[in-house]
């Protein structure tokens, strides 16, 4: 039987990982009333800008992280999200068409890099060597994982390291760069956000900036998520945003 290039399973102890770090993998309260739902690129903003947010506007709100595909499938599905923040123009876009989201617009951007947990910078070149193992998100839902995709695509690289079976899929980027961390890959091509979080080092890829969408869920009329998208573009969000590794648009 012929083995697929691309590895999907267990990561073992990435939960507990992630925990360690101090990253949720994405959930939310039942009881909540107003919910961001954002992509996982966007969890090391979201930390610190939701806090930052509650405490000038004196309003509560939930977050849940996931792959922007994933997120735009349960909003399409009626899930009880408020905002909702993509990774890309697509999955917005997707969402606006069916008449679930509106007032879309763009709001940062944030680049690729190649991420490994070593001192020294890693070189491009490093994963058409054999030894290495390569993990990307999904590129089915995650836009930073289509991007990576892409890029190894026209490198004439991405076929090599799929048949070779160094290819590791996470459903995210965050768990793409948890495999990463822990061991189950030796580089990862990853949004800024998630390889500064993650510490070791990084060097851009060389493609345009991924630029992130997002809008309100149609037929929410809630307070709380309505003021949080527009704090967004406000110059108080702003060092949140550049600490985290993006560029605002306003």
């Known amino acids: 039987m012929k083995r697929s290039g691309m590895r999907r399973g267990g990561w073992g102890f990435v939960l507990v990982l992630a925990a360690t770090l101090g990253w949720g993998l994405g959930s939310v309260s039942p009881a909540a009333a107003e919910t961001v739902a954002a992509a996982a690129s966007l969890q090391p903003v979201m930390e610190k800008l939701l806090p930052q947010f509650e405490k000038d506007k004196n309003m509560k709100l939930e977050a849940v992280f996931d792959a922007s595909g994933n997120l735009a499938r349960q909003i399409e ?11 890309d123009e697509k999955w917005a876009r997707y969402l606006e068409e069916k008449g ?13 890099v190649l991420w490994w947990s070593k001192k020294e910078a890693p070189r491009m070149e490093l994963m058409t060597d054999k030894a290495y193992r390569v993990a990307i998100a999904d590129p089915e839902t995650a836009p930073f994982g289509k991007l990576a995709k892409k890029y190894l695509v026209s490198k004439g690289w991405f076929d090599p390291i799929q048949k070779q079976g160094r290819l590791i899929l996470g459903g995210d980027v965050l768990k793409a760069g948890l495999a990463a961390k822990s061991g189950g890959a030796d580089l990862a091509l990853l949004p800024l956000s998630i390889a500064q979080k993650l510490g070791g ?12 969408f997002g809008g309100l869920v149609a037929g929410r009329s809630v307070l709380a998520g309505r003021a949080f998208f527009d704090y967004l573009r406000t110059e108080r969000a702003e060092p949140c945003f ?5 560029e605002l648009i306003r």
Do not use: H, I, Y
């Open 242 to 246: 550049r600490e985290a590794g993006f």
């Open 201 to 212: 080092t990084w060097t851009k890829v060389p493609v345009a900036p991924q630029t992130l």
């Open 77 to 87: 599905m009626g899930a009880p999200f408020d905002v909702f923040l993509s990774a």
């Open 100 to 112: 679930k989201l509106e007032k879309v617009r763009a709001f940062a951007e944030c680049p690729l």
